[in-house]
């Protein structure tokens, strides 16, 4: 299948920064969609940012000024810069990609990476 996998989560202390990348791969052909959630202890999975293959952009509203979302098309990555970090932010950061079309299998399907812990200290 697909794989996905994240990387640049750590401790930062608050009003740092820290820069995520995501990349998939697995024969693909093209990725719709792809961004970024979060889920903090005790709380449900959230939506960060997601980002289409034509460079659309959305945001939460409690990260809209302070984070910003990109993606490399030709490398199925993205990024997700993260600005002037609070410790609200501090969760574990889930990747995922959207209408991903493989010469492994048929049809379109979505994936989850593992996810990658981000704790910002007061």
């Known amino acids: 299948q697909v794989q996905i996998v994240e990387s640049g989560g750590g401790l930062v202390q608050a009003g740092g920064s820290l820069n995520l990348s995501c990349v998939a791969s697995g024969n693909i052909v093209s990725i719709n969609a792809m961004g970024w959630s979060r889920q903090a202890p005790g709380k449900e999975r959230e939506l960060v940012a997601v980002?289409?293959?034509?460079?659309?952009?959305k945001y939460a509203d409690s990260v809209k000024g302070r984070f910003t979302v990109s993606r490399d098309n030709a490398k199925n990555t993205v990024y997700l810069q993260m600005d002037s970090l609070k410790p609200e932010d501090t969760a574990v950061y889930y990747c995922?990609?959207?209408?991903?079309?493989?010469?492994?299998?048929?049809?379109?399907?979505?994936?989850w990476g593992q996810g990658t812990q981000v704790t910002v200290s007061s």
């Open positions: 995922n990609a959207e209408g991903v079309k493989s010469l492994r299998y048929v049809g379109f399907a979505t994936f």
């Open positions: 980002i289409s293959s034509g460079g659309t952009t």
